[in-house]
């Protein structure tokens, strides 16, 4: 009762500073509206000279987009958890947040938190519905709790792996690049896995789960049988990353010396 | 002229000792590559070619601008935007030299050490791991030069022009952004420009942004051939000339117009 007042209260400081400056924030949003943007139109050019890719159609590869960009807008809003070393442990930060009762890990979320990213949730249904329209799918209405499991589950993959990450600074609080990189190998999970290699597949699949962020859990809306399996497997991925991640802080914390003056 | 040499010399010396940071930046541009390898190749499927591209010009490509992409790339608008911010322009304008120009040779430092220690090795790395072909002729390769010159020219210039909006907006991380996705976009990095439906070609070739990565890869992969080089070539001339006359109208009225907000 007492973390959610607080968050609110967060929140509502957040709100406060982003307004202070309203044609950045504004172009902030644009900005990111154009980013996911390019993306489609990526997808939407690239399908004007070819009609399937690794046998998924046009419409198919949209609605998995669209999906993707749900988990990712939650994870993007609440887990900016990209630059902690930098910020909290080199600067000496995290010694004010370890004085303060409340978990770290909470307080690191709450102090870091962008809403603005929430958008990415509507660009998502938007696009997902006009996918699905085109390809005439239905839905049953047990559908939409399946779809709030599978999207959890994809954004805790997300924040799983980055907050492990993370915890890296705990051990040694040399700059390492290995976020940028993350960023950049969870592109990969936005097409469908079968146009990679076996290694590539592989990695997607159990190493660094990207794929359970958007190809399997949407191939279950779009009624591919054949990926079923993978599906359901989304919300048992999410809190297999989620949970390692929290142990490997709650270890981490511990080990942590300060390094700030 | 000496002093704008040194400027130069400094920024390398200071991204050389750094230079572990660059080593991952390799490897993130071969990821990059990767994805973009695979993902046309199941584009291509079964396909010869696709608007006068193969496959193998088509990975080519996409290796070419990615390495081109260190070369011109540079984070001058986040530098100016945060001395604007800080108030350290108004010292750097009583200064003896061209801030401006000042911004321009440490990019251009950044470009050389970058392209020395990172397109270089990467390149090599992705030769060895995909099917790229950098057998190109010694005459493709002196155009590509040129051709490269002119997008660091052209991208600085927008860089320029981007980051001297924080005089305005106070604030300009977003734009900042807006731009980095529009260039990613528009310059045909993503995408050889030549993909696009003929209404959107017809727009961006109002546009400077095709300067910046569609002519160097182009080039390279052979995808010009005889005049089309030159009157790319020219048209990258175009645009270096071109952007210098909003620069300078937004450095005059910047000036007017500063307001320092802290420092």
């Not at chain 1, 400081?13 to 400056?21: D, G, S």
């Not at chain 1, 070819?50 to 609605?63: A, K, M, Q």
């Not at chain 1, 600074?169 to 990969?188: A, C, H, L, Q």
């Not at chain 2, 994805?35 to 490509?61: C, D, N, P, R």
């Amino acid at each position: 009762m007492f973390n959610i007042s607080l968050f609110f209260q967060y929140a509502s400081q957040y709100l406060k500073t982003r307004l202070t400056y309203r044609v950045d924030t504004a172009i902030e949003i644009l900005s990111d509206l154009l980013f996911q943007a390019v993306n489609l139109i990526f997808i939407l050019i690239v399908f004007r000279h070819t009609s399937f890719l690794g046998g998924w159609n046009r419409d198919e590869i949209i609605f998995i987009y669209g999906f993707f960009l749900v988990p990712y807008a939650l994870f993007t809003s609440f887990f900016n958890i990209w630059d902690f070393n930098d910020r909290y442990i080199v600067k000496g930060e995290m010694d004010r947040v370890l004085t303060r009762p409340v978990h770290s890990l909470f307080q690191i979320i709450m102090e870091r938190m962008e809403l603005e990213s929430l958008f990415g949730v509507i660009t998502g249904l938007v696009i997902m519905g006009y996918a699905s329209v085109n390809q005439g799918l239905t839905f049953a209405w047990y559908d939409v709790l399946i779809f709030m499991l599978m999207v959890i589950g994809g954004a805790f993959i997300y924040a799983g792996i980055f907050i492990s990450i993370a915890t890296i600074g705990f051990w040694s609080d040399s700059r390492t690049d290995i976020m940028p990189m993350m960023y950049n190998i969870s592109n990969y999970g936005r097409y469908p896995v079968n146009i990679y290699n076996k290694v590539i597949q592989f990695v997607l699949t159990w190493i660094l789960p990207f794929a359970f962020v958007g190809v399997y859990p949407a191939s279950y809306f779009l009624n591919k049988e054949e990926w079923y399996g993978y599906a359901f497997f989304t919300p048992v991925m999410g809190i297999l990353f989620f949970g390692v991640a929290i142990l490997l802080w709650n270890v981490g914390v511990k080990k942590y010396r300060g390094a700030g003056n | 002229m000496s002093m704008y040499l040194e400027m130069i010399r400094v920024r390398f010396l200071m991204m050389l000792a750094y230079r572990t940071n660059y080593y991952s930046g390799i490897l993130i541009y071969s990821i990059n590559i990767g994805a973009y390898y695979f993902l046309w190749s199941a584009i291509y499927g079964g396909k010869e070619e696709i608007q006068g591209l193969s496959v193998a010009q088509m990975t080519t490509y996409v290796a070419v601008a990615w390495m081109a992409r260190a070369f011109y790339y540079n984070n001058i608008d986040r530098e100016i935007a945060a001395e604007i911010k800080d108030g350290k322009v108004a010292i750097e304008m009583i200064r003896p030299y061209s801030y401006l120009g000042m911004k321009t040779m440490q990019a251009l430092g950044e470009g050389i050490f970058r392209l020395l220690f990172f397109s270089v090795p990467g390149m090599i790395i992705v030769a060895l791991t995909f099917p790229v072909s950098f057998d190109a002729s010694l005459t493709t390769w002196m155009f590509f030069f040129v051709s490269l010159i002119f997008s660091f020219i052209v991208n600085t210039h927008i860089n320029l022009l981007t980051g001297m909006m924080t005089f305005f907006l106070f604030n300009n991380t977003g734009l900042i952004r807006a731009k980095r996705v529009v260039i990613d976009l528009f310059s045909g990095l993503l995408l050889p420009i030549s993909f696009y439906p003929d209404w959107a070609q017809g727009l961006m070739s109002y546009l400077p942004f095709q300067a910046i990565s569609y002519v160097p890869s182009m080039i390279f992969t052979e995808g010009f051939v005889g005049q089309e080089i030159y009157n790319a070539l020219l048209l990258q001339a175009f645009w270096v000339f071109i952007l210098l006359i909003p620069i300078r109208l937004t450095w005059i009225l910047a000036k007017k117009h500063l307001i320092v907000q802290g420092g």
